[in-house]
């Protein structure tokens, strides 16, 4: 309730920035070129959403109206509201067959370097990488070796390490956009969060079950 909004907004973005080239036109507009091109489009992709909790499912709510093939993705097969979800041993098959991964995972040990190089190897050519989750989920060095070999692009809110360091390749590499970790960072979650805050308390002064409960004691 607080970030699926607001970064699901900028999953959105990412990917219909890089689809449509929109970096190129921003360069161009500062030397007054005028250089059209035929991109690609969002309409008739086929998206692989890598993670079905809060900003999985907002970013898959959104991009339903783009007229794409949404796959969610998540730890387990299951079939949820409707939707079915496919487990992530299925990632294997399922990645030579998309043109658009967007991952929405959360961090830890469990999801670390889960993008390597198998996973970007499985990827059609010309594939787009969205990571909106955490920098944790790739591994860069080998994000890198395909960004340099012009095998797939990316479009980034997050990075490993971060702040992504001056000098690092990713900042020059042909087919990347960089966001600097502003998933969050929109009018829209500070009223969220106090809302959320204020829902808790009153919880609380009926006692009543509070939102969100990770672990019950």
């Known amino acids: 309730t607080v970030h699926e909004t607001s970064t699901a907004e900028l999953a959105l973005a990412l990917t219909l920035a890089a689809q449509r080239e929109l970096p190129r036109f921003v360069r161009a507009q ?94 059609p050519d010309g594939a787009l990488v969205v990571n909106v989750g955490r920098g944790s989920l790739v591994d860069t060095d080998a994000l890198v070796a395909h960004l340099q070999r012009g095998r797939i692009r990316a479009a980034l809110d997050v990075t490993d390490p971060e702040p992504l360091p001056k000098d690092h390749p990713l900042w020059t590499l042909d087919g990347v956009l960089i966001a600097p970790h502003v998933g969050g960072a929109t009018t829209a979650m500070f009223p969220r969060v106090e809302k959320l805050v204020r829902r808790q308390i009153a919880h609380l002064r009926r006692e009543e079950d509070v939102e969100n409960v990770v672990l019950r004691t």
């Open 30 to 123: 500062k030397t007054g070129d005028w250089a059209p091109v035929r991109a690609a489009s969002l309409a008739d992709r086929r998206v692989l959403v890598l993670g079905y909790g809060g900003v999985g499912k907002a970013t898959a709510a959104r991009l339903a109206p783009f007229e794409v093939e949404v796959v969610p993705v998540a730890t387990h097969t299951r079939e949820e509201d409707g939707v079915h979800v496919h487990g992530v041993d299925e990632l294997p098959t399922l990645l030579p067959t998309v043109d658009i991964v967007i991952l929405t995972l959360p961090g830890g040990a469990a999801t670390r370097r889960i993008v390597d190089d198998a996973f970007l190897s499985a990827l």
